[in-house]
């Protein structure tokens, strides 16, 4: 079955410009605090796996009421490490349980090596020989979590040598080998574009947009205030006007998709997210328009 | 193969502890020495060192903000400096195993564990601080708890049955009446904690000795007349309708809160 047939078979997926559900305004959306103003939220299920208290009762209510996606920290899809399974078990156990989710996601990186969690998003060579082995692991945690897997790209600060392939080509060549989805962060396409010195639509335009399934769109900060060579992303400001216009760029091309506005540093009152979320859903749907504006002349 | 070794030199820039000083001072060598052959060294950007840098950096404020976040007065009595230097050594010496971010505090308690309890540089109360901070996440976050009761009343023959987040914790130090700046007092100490199966709260109760003798006694699932002569033979205190009173009231007192469940 094809990564489309595989999320087509599963629950409804959502479109529209969603939220990070985070634990500083979880209780709030509990309490219906945002019902009517998200299309979804996306959860990292590693944040519930295994821990009781109030979080998981709280999710599972917001979780009656809106679509939920499922986004992953900590599977270090590109680790030397042998897959984790113990925790595969635990994920899968949550997923099934609690989550109707159609896919679930994780970042294209490193995140624990020889035993040890760093608990960051460490970049991967982009070589032929490490797309093979990153698609082999992401093809694995896709059966033995019995869903679809989507892999994100990151943000990265060292490119790891002078490579045989560029991000772009990496990326293209695990999704085909892993026969999987892409979140596509244009965030980070962003970030790396500006830190790397290439342009982002070119990046963009070598990525096979039916293999994007979702996207993540967030703020990002320079390192040094007074140098502002290099910008991180740190998911802890708004998402600046070149970010939003990546994004319409893809929805242009490909027409409805979840959206997921990221919030993860300096998080503001939720009121002011779900404003930030209303701006970011105008430019989703001024893109949305041209989309189906395209669409019809083309017919 | 060079995407291994890239991958081994760039987790040991995040881990090891000599890496700072090794990498300002000659990446391409911090590279080589990990396995990664020349030519791929060559292709390193310039600014390599600074870049790898900060992913180090990166890492370590990571894990050094969660673990000031769930231990707020033990990070501000070890200060910025030394809650680093600790972070940094943690990383190197043993670092976070479980996948579960918020888990990281209590791995980096388990290895400061024995470290601080010798470092006479440290003040005498701060494990027994930490331990303390640390309680409430992982009462809060315990897997278990809000277990449907026995439905059978407390018998002398029988063991409890207890809410799965209730523990006894002990320590040498008032230090649930710590404050932000106060030491606490040297007082041996037993703390009750549990999570409220209603509002998911952790809740904490100061004990007297012969509750806390108990308690430790019915929490190794002791019957209850064993757990109680024992507790009195402990503290030297005579079984008698006075002993008997207190102990009905504190269980009285648990089981209103839902923290008692009745008998196993």
Redesign the interface.
């Known amino acids: 079955m094809s990564f489309r047939a595989g999320i087509a078979a599963r629950a409804a997926v959502p479109t529209g410009v969603g939220l990070g559900l985070r634990s500083t305004f979880l209780a709030e959306v509990d309490r219906g605090a945002a019902d009517g103003r998200v299309p979804f939220w996306e959860i990292s299920p590693d944040n519930y796996v295994a821990r009781g208290g109030s979080r998981p009762v709280r999710l599972a209510r917001v979780a009656e009421r809106f679509p939920i996606l499922s986004h992953g920290l900590s599977l270090s899809l590109g680790g030397l490490d042998p897959l984790d399974g113990e925790f595969l078990q635990g994920l899968r156990g949550f997923l099934d349980a609690s989550l109707p989710a159609p896919w679930h996601s994780d970042h294209l990186c490193f995140s624990a090596h020889d035993g040890k969690m760093l608990h960051d998003l460490l970049p991967l060579p982009w070589t032929t020989a490490s797309a093979k082995r990153v698609a082999a692991r992401v093809r694995e945690v896709s059966e033995r979590l019995g869903r679809p897997m989507l892999v994100e790209n990151i943000s990265y600060y060292l490119p790891l040598g002078s490579t045989p392939l560029d991000e772009a080509a990496f990326v293209v060549e695990v999704l085909e080998r892993a026969d999987c989805g892409l979140l596509l962060d244009v965030n980070n396409v962003f970030v790396n574009a500006t830190n790397h010195g290439f342009d982002a639509l070119e990046w963009l335009a070598k990525i096979p947009l039916d293999r994007v399934v979702q996207l993540h769109i967030a703020g990002h900060e320079f390192w040094d205030d007074e140098r502002q060579d290099l910008i991180i992303d740190t998911h802890g400001a708004p998402v600046r006007s070149e970010v939003d216009a990546l994004l319409a760029w893809v929805v242009e091309r490909t027409g409805a998709l979840p959206v997921l506005l990221e919030r993860d540093e300096n998080i503001p009152p939720l009121a002011e997210l779900l404003a930030e979320r209303d701006r970011v859903d105008s430019v989703y749907q001024a893109a949305l328009a041209r989309h189906a504006a395209a669409q019809g002349g083309a017919a | ?4 070794a ?3 030199a ?2 040991a820039s ?2 090891e502890l000599d890496a700072p000083a090794a990498v300002k001072a000659d990446v391409r060598e911090f590279f080589a020495r990990h396995g ?1 052959p020349p030519e ?6 310039e ?2 060192a600074e ?2 840098a ?2 180090r950096t ?2 370590h404020s ?2 050094r903000a969660a673990v000031a976040e769930f231990l707020p007065k033990t990070a501000a009595r070890l200060g910025r400096p030394r809650l680093r230097q600790q972070i940094e050594r943690f ?1 190197a010496e043993a ?8 888990r ?1 505090t209590g791995e980096f308690l388990n290895w400061a564990g024995p470290r601080w309890t010798e470092d006479a540089t440290l003040p005498d109360y701060l494990l027994d601080l930490a331990r303390h901070e640390w309680s409430d996440a992982e009462v ?7 277990e449907a009761a026995s439905g059978k009343p407390l018998a002398l023959d029988q063991p409890v049955q207890f809410d799965g ?1 209730v523990r006894l914790h002990r320590y040498a130090w008032a230090v649930h009446r710590a404050t932000e700046t106060e030491a606490p007092e040297a007082e041996a100490t037993a703390l009750l904690l549990y ?1 409220d199966r209603k ?2 709260q952790v809740k904490v109760l100061e004990l007297t000795p012969r509750a806390a003798a108990v308690t430790t006694r019915l929490l190794a699932r002791e019957p209850l007349q064993a757990a109680l002569m024992e507790a009195c033979a402990e503290l030297g205190t005579p079984l008698d309708d006075e002993f008997l009173a207190a102990m009905a009231g504190y269980f009285a007192d648990l089981a209103e809160r839902g923290a008692l469940l009745g008998a196993a």
């Open positions: 193969m060079s995407e291994e890239l991958i081994r760039f987790a995040v881990i990664v791929v060294v060559a292709g390193l950007p600014a390599a870049r790898l900060i992913y990166m890492v990571r894990l990383v670092a976070p195993k479980a996948p579960y971010f918020w990281l809060g976050n315990d897997p278990a708890g809000g987040t999570r509002d998911h």
